[in-house]
């Protein structure tokens, strides 16, 4: 999804790796638990999660974070990772929706049929024109007031190592994107249209020396 790695590349290697995705939270969980603890989930009737993968975050939320009457709408460009997340989201089957969808084009979930809207490092797969497709897609879905929650690996480091980290990261992207499945560090905060999200929660955290950037914003 950058310029090497198109939407087919990213099918087929999440295809390939679904196994992969559940082995990530090393540096991921970190980010995730500052994510929940912005994200005002327990008040959520309907959560859309763009990238969902197999589910991990997904069953997080409905076993923890959710009420009993919210609904969850999962969407992913792998049928894979959703077969995987169908399995592992069995015991909410009532609740839950996963939808087979590119991030890159308009997603498949009603204006306004949607009160939080999740990507939890999915724009950092995609290219500066996607990410502004899935933030105007984010504004459309939500209400007023609903809240976008985003989390990605970013350059926006603190620390000496970890900059180093996410400078190599791009260096290895650049070079063979598909050896890290399309993803390199992104800046999550210009994507804000002032016009459109009023910010709640910035921060960086940073796990094993890979920074991850958590971002809450409420749709104006």
């Known amino acids: 999804m950058s310029r090497d790695f198109s939407p087919d590349d990213a099918r087929r290697y999440y295809d390939c790796h679904v ?11 970190a ?14 009737a309907t959560v859309v999660e763009l990238g969902c993968g197999t589910g991990r975050f997904a069953e997080l939320l409905l076993a923890r974070h959710l009420n009993e009457e919210a609904r969850y709408v999962g969407l992913d460009i792998s049928g894979a990772m959703l077969d995987r997340a169908a399995q592992r989201l069995a015991p909410f089957a009532g609740r839950v929706q996963l939808v087979q969808a ?25 290219p500066g024109d996607a ?3 899935v933030m105007a897609e984010a504004h459309r879905i939500l209400p007023a007031g609903g809240l976008l929650s985003a989390a990605s690996l970013t350059r926006a480091s603190r620390g000496l190592r970890a900059g180093l980290v996410a400078r190599l990261w791009a260096a290895i992207h650049r070079l063979a994107p598909g050896s890290v ?40």
């Not at 980010?31 to 959520?44: N, P, Q, Y």
């Not at 498949?108 to 049929?113: E, I, N």
């Not at 399309?182 to 920074?211: E, I, K, N, Q, Y």
Request: aromatic share 8%.
């Open 102 to 126: 590119d991030g890159t084009r308009g997603l498949p979930v009603r204006t306004g049929g949607a009160d939080r809207f999740v990507a939890t490092y999915v724009m950092d797969l995609l």
């Open 181 to 220: 499945g399309g993803c390199r560090p992104v800046r999550l905060a210009p994507l804000l249209r002032p016009a459109d999200w009023d910010p709640v929660h910035h921060d960086v955290v940073t796990s094993f020396s890979v920074p991850s950037e958590v971002l809450v914003a409420r749709r104006r």
């Open 19 to 29: 196994a992969l995705q559940d082995r990530q939270g090393w540096y991921e969980d």
């Open 131 to 133: 990410a502004d497709v």
């Open 31 to 44: 980010a995730l638990a500052a994510l929940t603890a912005a994200g005002d989930f327990g008040t959520a």
